[in-house]
């Protein structure tokens, strides 16, 4: 197992923020629940935990960021930059800029 921790500005109100953090959970539940197993959030809604074969992930928004923090299979630890890429295009996205 490989430790994640990675933290990303999002760079949109608050508000905004946190409709596209709840958006973005539920639509990678949707659209990917072969490895999203579960997600467990926090009562204010500000945190998930997702879950499924061997890893356990933990986003968190705050008034600038969102940050991902756990335990994931090695293979996927070598995806990082790659993952990084897709979710800062998708942040700049949902501000209205252009990929």
Known sequence: MAQLNM???HGQPWEAARANFEAAIERAREE???WVHAVEWSEDRTAAALSGPSYRVVLEL???HVRATGRIPLAMKLMEPAVRRFVERTLRDQRGGSA
Do not use: A, K, V, Y
């Open 62 to 64: 705050d008034p600038t």
């Open 32 to 34: 990917h629940g072969r």
């Open 7 to 9: 933290s990303f500005e």
